[in-house]
C-alpha cells in the first residue's frame, strides 16, 4: 500500500463528495420544465455556452485534453510560471463562478470565485485546496455533460483511459507533469499532505527538515467520472424522478470508489499508477448494474 488506509479514505472521501456535489450542480442547470424527449439547460454565467450533444463529442473532449496538457507541459517545463498561473487561476475563477451560480446570484457567486481564487493561488492549505478542487469538477462538468450521451461518455471513458496508461506508464510525462505543477503549488487534483501519519492542514515553521508526503489523485481522474455519471443522470430524468435518478447514479459512484481503494490497496511506494483504467472499469460495472435493474 503506497499510502496509509487513513490517508486512502479521505482522498476516496473527497472524490466521493465530489461526485455527489457535481451531481448536484449539474442537476441545478437542467430546465426541468422542459420537453419529455429533451433535457434543457439554464444559462451559464459569463455568457459561457454549452456545446450541443453528438455522438462524437468525445472526440472533441479527448482532442482537447491533449492541447491542454501539452501547453500545461511546456509552460512549467520552460518555467513559464506567470502565464501558467494566470492560465491556471482563470480556469479556476471560471469554474467556481458556474459551481456556485447554481445556488448563488450571478455577481455573488463571480464575488465568491474571485475571493476562493486567489485563496487558492496565494493562502493555499488543506482545507482551501481541496474544498475548491471540489466545486471546480462541478463547474467543468456543469459545461461539458450538455454535449455527453452514454455512447459518448463510454468512448471518452475508454479512450481516456488508454491516454492514462501511456501518459503515466510509457511516456510518463503526465508523472512529471503533475511533480510540476505541485512544485508550483498550482496541483490541479485532490492533494492530502502528511507527515508520518498526521494530516498538515497548513504552512508550518519548523527548526528541522521533515519528509512531507502527499498522496495525490489528479483532477482528470475525478471529473471524468463525473462527467459519465452526469450523462447517466440525464438520460435517466427522461423516464424517473430525480430523485431515483441520482440514487442510480450513486451505483456508480460507488464502484468507482471501490475500484479506486483496489488501486490504492494494490499501489506501491514510490510508484505512479494510471487510475482512469480502474474507475472505468468501476463506472461501467456500476452502468451496468443499472442497466439491469432497469
Excluded at 73 to 100: D, E, Q, R
Excluded at 159 to 179: E, F, G, P, Q, T
Excluded at 242 to 260: G, N, Q
Aim: hydrophobic share 55%; with cysteine; aromatic share 12%.
Amino acid at each position: 500500500m503506497k499510502h496509509n488506509l487513513k490517508i486512502n479514505f479521505i482522498i476516496i472521501f473527497i472524490f466521493i463528495i465530489s461526485q455527489i456535489v457535481g451531481l448536484a450542480i449539474i442537476n441545478n442547470y437542467i430546465d426541468h420544465e422542459s420537453t419529455i424527449d429533451k433535457v434543457e439547460y439554464s444559462p451559464l454565467p459569463l455568457n459561457i455556452e454549452t456545446p450541443e450533444e453528438q455522438n462524437s463529442s468525445f472526440i472533441v473532449l479527448i482532442v482537447g485534453v491533449l492541447i491542454a496538457t501539452t501547453l500545461a507541459f511546456v509552460l512549467l517545463k520552460f518555467k513559464i510560471l506567470g502565464l501558467w498561473k494566470l492560465w491556471f487561476g482563470l480556469a479556476v475563477f471560471m469554474s467556481l463562478t458556474i459551481s456556485l451560480n447554481s445556488v448563488l446570484m450571478e455577481t455573488v457567486a463571480i464575488t465568491f470565485a474571485i475571493i476562493l481564487t486567489l485563496f487558492k493561488l496565494f493562502r493555499r492549505n488543506f482545507l482551501i485546496h481541496n474544498s475548491t478542487e471540489i466545486l471546480i469538477y462541478g463547474g467543468i462538468s456543469a459545461i461539458f455533460v450538455p454535449m455527453l450521451n452514454i455512447f459518448s461518455a463510454i468512448m471518452l471513458l475508454i479512450l481516456i483511459s488508454i491516454y492514462d496508461i501511456i501518459a503515466v506508464n510509457h511516456s510518463k510525462h503526465m508523472v512529471k507533469l503533475a511533480k510540476m505543477q505541485s512544485q508550483a503549488q498550482t496541483f490541479a487534483g485532490i492533494q492530502i499532505n502528511y507527515y508520518k501519519n498526521k494530516l498538515i492542514t497548513h504552512k508550518t515553521k519548523t527548526s528541522k527538515k521533515v519528509k512531507v508526503n502527499s498522496a495525490i489523485l489528479g483532477g482528470g481522474d475525478v471529473v471524468f467520472p463525473l462527467l459519465f455519471t452526469g450523462a447517466v443522470f440525464k438520460s435517466l430524468i427522461l423516464t424517473h424522478t430525480v430523485i431515483y435518478s441520482a440514487l442510480l447514479c450513486l451505483i456508480i459512484t460507488l464502484f468507482a470508489s471501490l475500484s479506486l481503494l483496489y488501486l490504492f490497496v494494490k499501489a506501491e511506494k514510490k510508484k505512479f499508477y494510471p487510475a482512469m483504467p480502474y474507475l472505468t472499469a468501476g463506472c461501467l460495472l456500476g452502468y451496468l448494474i443499472i442497466w439491469l435493474i432497469n
